[in-house]
């Protein structure tokens, strides 16, 4: 069952999901043909069917489970879950990546002088993601800002090199993300600068934990550098390719 306040977020823009029977979907974005299925809430082949139909509808070539990019609840299916994974693949899903989503405690990390919270119109961050990273991370960028969750730093003449977000997803359960710093600020320390304040802000809001989702393994030597990763939880992608015409 999804918390109210969890699915008022999911079905919210950018990137609103919708209801299909049991079930939270996502249709393909503009140029992919993925369709995503962020939520079932039983196994049921009822629903499942209904979301295939309307991915065929909507033109999609492909259906995943986990995510979906900009606006999800998981990021796969966590290994230990595998009634859930079984009945995936009994149905035609098959597994196609794996990455982790660390657990990290908050109350070690410290804020930086050069490193300060964006106020006013965030339309400017949202593009520098689009435009230096994915536009997923523009759509989460857009809800960390409504939640005053959004930290930049900046050259002297004001130009944006680095940028981290919490709140962009899951914003009641303090999940950390996305975070990008650009290639000439990398190898500075900045990346580390930009984290850390983030998850000392999700420490002042009462969260002793943060959720720092789809990592791969550079990426989690990161954080075991400067913070107390307190679990680490495998999680897989599954697919479902969809017969043309069918």
């Given at each position: 069952?999804?918390a109210?306040?969890?699915?008022?977020?999911?079905?919210?823009?950018?990137?609103?999901?919708?209801?299909?029977?049991?079930?939270?979907?996502?249709?393909?974005?503009?140029?992919?043909?993925?369709?995503?299925?962020?939520?079932?809430?039983?196994?049921?082949?009822?629903?499942?069917?209904?979301?295939?139909?309307?991915?065929?509808?909507?033109?999609?070539?492909?259906?995943?489970?986990?995510?979906?990019?900009?606006?999800?609840?998981?990021?796969?299916?966590?290994?230990?879950?595998?009634?859930?994974?079984?009945?995936?693949?009994?149905?035609?899903?098959?597994?196609?990546?794996?990455?982790?989503?660390?657990?990290?405690?908050?109350?070690?990390?410290?804020?930086?002088?050069?490193?300060?919270?964006?106020?006013?119109?965030?339309?400017?961050?949202?593009?520098?993601?689009?435009?230096?990273?994915?536009?997923?991370?523009?759509?989460?960028a857009?809800?960390?800002?409504?939640?005053?969750?959004?930290?930049?730093?900046?050259?002297?003449?004001?130009?944006?090199?680095?940028?981290?977000?919490?709140?962009?997803?899951?914003?009641?359960a303090?999940?950390?993300?996305?975070?990008?710093?650009?290639?000439?600020?990398?190898?500075?320390?900045?990346?580390?600068?930009?984290?850390?304040?983030?998850?000392?802000?999700?420490?002042?809001?009462?969260?002793?934990?943060?959720?720092?989702?789809?990592?791969?393994?550079?990426?989690?030597?990161?954080?075991?550098?400067?913070?107390?990763?307190l679990?680490?939880?495998?999680?897989?992608?599954y697919?479902?390719?969809?017969?043309?015409?069918a």
């Amino acid at each position: 069952m999804i918390a109210p306040k969890a699915l008022r977020e999911k079905l919210t823009a950018p990137r609103a999901l919708v209801e299909v029977g049991a079930a939270l979907y996502g249709a393909p974005l503009a140029g992919s043909t993925t369709a995503w299925i962020a939520h079932l809430e039983a196994h049921d082949d009822d629903t499942l069917r209904a979301v295939l139909q309307r991915a065929r509808h909507d033109g999609a070539r492909r259906v995943a489970y986990g995510g979906p990019p900009g606006n999800y609840l998981v990021s796969g299916v966590e290994t230990s879950e595998t009634e859930l994974a079984a009945w995936l693949v009994s149905r035609g899903f098959s597994p196609v990546s794996s990455h982790v989503d660390l657990i990290v405690a908050t109350g070690a990390c410290a804020s930086y002088d050069d490193v300060s919270r964006l106020t006013g119109d965030g339309a400017g961050v949202c593009a520098w993601f689009e435009a230096h990273f994915a536009s997923a991370w523009a759509m989460e960028a857009a809800r960390a800002h409504g939640h005053h969750g959004v930290f930049v730093a900046r050259s002297a003449e004001g130009e944006l090199f680095g940028a981290a977000c919490h709140s962009g997803n899951n914003a009641h359960a303090g999940t950390f993300g996305p975070i990008g710093v650009l290639p000439d600020a990398r190898g500075t320390g900045l990346g580390r600068r930009l984290a850390e304040t983030v998850l000392a802000d999700l420490a002042a809001r009462g969260h002793t934990t943060a959720r720092v989702p789809w990592v791969d393994g550079a990426t989690a030597r990161f954080y075991r550098s400067f913070g107390s990763v307190l679990r680490e939880e495998t999680r897989v992608m599954y697919g479902l390719d969809l017969d043309e015409g069918a």
